[in-house]
């Protein structure tokens, strides 16, 4: 972080990594960003989780900020003025990292900064706050020496986490007279001047070191509103809505990932005379990691092709597209910390050495769990859909109908579902963790029974759903077809 140039003038920048920038042109260059709304309804948004899927095998960490810009689009359509300034840089595909004022730019980035100290799930409690720049011109009149070009807005206060602190534009949540409104904070003014945004710090993450998160001060900065006042939060969602997805799909790049790694090692690696990967608890092993990624990829696929059928007008896949994220993104991450520590373990103990990248997976894996909403926000979520929205549930249960009859363990499952959703709403609080892992793991078998192989699909529904399921992984059945299923590993 560079806060000051040698003459002591501000400069706010974020040094990162040549890999970094590379990995930027390879997405961003390619519109991995920008696939989704080009081909919005014809597989954009399915082409843009496949993308992430593979790129997060290749670094998770610079997946944060295509993301959000990716995400960003949908705030911008709140706002015919905003868009006709913004989404042709966003939907470049040309990553031009300068820090210059976006109309001297090729391709723009975005990120976005609601999170503040007192308040990241709770955003009501958000203090930063915004006024309109004809109230405070004279004020403002004086710090810059300048004529203000236009209707902008002054924000001030303070953002706790702020990821990709380099992009060109932060979509911010502040308060205004009317509530809370949703603004749109370039990095340079109209007038071309570097914008009040100051850094503060650096945040010291666990993992997902590639990305910087910084944290954030506005002082007087520079803002256009976007979307209806008072609905800051409600326009922030449709954002929060596409970056879930991405963070349901995330961690299924990254079991891959480490599913490769140790697949590759059990089988170079003989104990005891033989291969690992010829050992029946190592085969065993493996093969229900792979099973785990196979489920997981089926759901963000299909979540990913409800977002494509709700932008064709589909208002079943519309409904499906309010759920599955919430779902996927829940279960996936709470899935994926475990993996990293099995799939290092597979590798014994240079797994737990820094040189294997299995350590650095394993400190990633929690992160997406905790942002765009951490686990029991995102189950909290997935109740208030259920009670606003029963078509969603409706959806569900539409798409898991073919699969119904197939495999007598996920018949009793979903009955156990029906049950447990009879129950009045009041109660369902507590046991809000589970219905949404029983939701994602149903909806994950009902696919996999239509779409997988019988070997696949009734391994899953056996050692997922039936009576003896485990928390560990490698807990399989006797009779599983461990051979079959480490064979799909190479496909
Ligand atoms: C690496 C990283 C990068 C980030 N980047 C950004 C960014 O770019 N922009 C941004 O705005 N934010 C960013 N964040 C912030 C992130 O979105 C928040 O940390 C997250 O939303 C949680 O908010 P919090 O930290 O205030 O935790 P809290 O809101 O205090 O939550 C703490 C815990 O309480 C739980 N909880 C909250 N409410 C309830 C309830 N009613 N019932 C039961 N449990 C509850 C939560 O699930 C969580 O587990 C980033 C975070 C990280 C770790």
């Known amino acids: 972080m560079r806060l000051f140039d040698r003459h002591g003038r501000r400069l706010d920048e974020v040094s990162y990594h040549p890999a970094y920038h590379e990995l930027m042109h390879l997405a961003i260059d390619r519109g991995w960003h920008a696939v989704a709304w080009q081909e919005e309804g014809r597989g954009g948004h399915q082409a843009h989780v496949a993308a992430l899927y593979l790129l997060t095998q290749?670094?998770?960490?610079?997946?944060?900020?295509?993301?959000?810009?990716?995400?960003?689009?949908?705030?911008?359509?709140?706002?015919?003025?905003?868009?006709?300034?913004?989404?042709?840089?966003?939907?470049?595909?040309?990553?031009?990292?300068?820090?210059?004022?976006?109309?001297?730019?090729?391709?723009?980035?975005?990120?976005?900064?609601?999170?503040?100290?007192?308040?990241?799930?709770?955003?009501?409690?958000?203090s930063t706050r915004a006024d309109p720049l004809a109230a405070t011109r004279a004020e403002s009149l004086a710090a810059t020496h300048a004529e203000p070009s236009d209707d902008g807005w002054r924000l001030t206060g303070h953002k706790w986490f702020c990821s990709a602190p380099m992009s060109d534009a932060f979509l911010t949540l502040a308060r205004t007279d009317e509530g809370l409104g949703c603004f749109l904070v370039p990095r340079f003014t109209p007038d071309g001047e570097r914008n009040a945004i100051e850094l503060q710090r650096l945040k010291e993450k666990c993992g997902n070191r590639a990305n910087a998160s910084a944290e954030i001060e506005y002082r007087g900065?520079?803002?256009?509103?976007?979307?209806?006042?008072?609905?800051?939060?409600a326009t922030l969602l449709e954002m929060v809505q596409q970056t879930r997805l991405d963070a349901a799909t995330a961690p299924v790049g990254m079991m891959r990932q480490a599913l490769r790694v140790a697949w590759h090692h059990v089988r170079e690696r003989h104990a005891f005379g033989r291969a690992l990967a010829e050992q029946p608890l190592m085969q065993a092993v493996v093969a229900d990691l792979a099973l785990e990624v196979e489920a997981c990829l089926a759901l963000v696929m299909r979540a990913a092709r409800a977002f494509d059928g709700?932008?064709?007008?589909?208002?079943?896949?519309?409904?499906?597209?309010?759920?599955?994220?919430?779902?996927?993104?829940?279960?996936h991450n709470k899935r994926g910390p475990g993996f990293m520590a099995e799939a290092?373990?597979?590798?014994?103990?240079?797994?737990?050495?820094?040189?294997?990248?299995?350590?650095?997976?394993?400190?990633?894996?929690?992160v997406n769990s905790i942002w765009e909403g951490s686990g029991n926000v995102i189950c909290l979520d997935v109740l208030r859909v259920l009670r606003r929205h029963p078509e969603a549930l409706a959806a569900c249960w539409q798409a898991m109908a073919p699969a119904r009859g197939e495999n007598r363990r996920l018949d009793a499952a979903l009955a156990e579902l029906e049950r447990l959703l009879a129950e009045p709403a009041e109660g369902l609080e507590p046991r809000a963790r589970w219905l949404t892992q029983r939701l994602a793991q149903c909806l994950q078998a009902a696919l996999l029974v239509q779409h997988a192989p019988s070997e696949v699909a009734d391994a899953f529904c056996a050692t997922r759903l039936g009576d003896e399921a485990s928390p560990a992984y490698g807990v399989l059945p006797s009779g599983s077809p461990c051979t079959a299923l480490l064979a799909r590993i190479e496909s």
């Open 310 to 331: 709700a932008a064709r007008g589909d208002e079943n896949e519309r409904a499906l597209a309010r759920l599955l994220p919430a779902l996927a993104k829940y279960w």
């Open 58 to 126: 290749a670094e998770p960490g610079f997946c944060c900020p295509v993301t959000m810009t990716h995400a960003a689009m949908p705030v911008l359509r709140h706002s015919s003025r905003a868009q006709a300034r913004w989404a042709p840089g966003l939907l470049a595909w040309d990553y031009d990292p300068r820090p210059l004022p976006a109309t001297e730019k090729s391709g723009l980035t975005f990120g976005m900064a609601m999170t503040e100290k007192q308040g990241g799930s709770d955003l009501r409690a958000t």
């Open 344 to 366: 290092m373990e597979c590798l014994g103990g240079i797994g737990y050495v820094e040189e294997s990248p299995l350590a650095r997976l394993y400190r990633e894996a929690p």
């Open 221 to 233: 900065a520079w803002a256009e509103p976007i979307g209806a006042p008072g609905r800051g939060i």
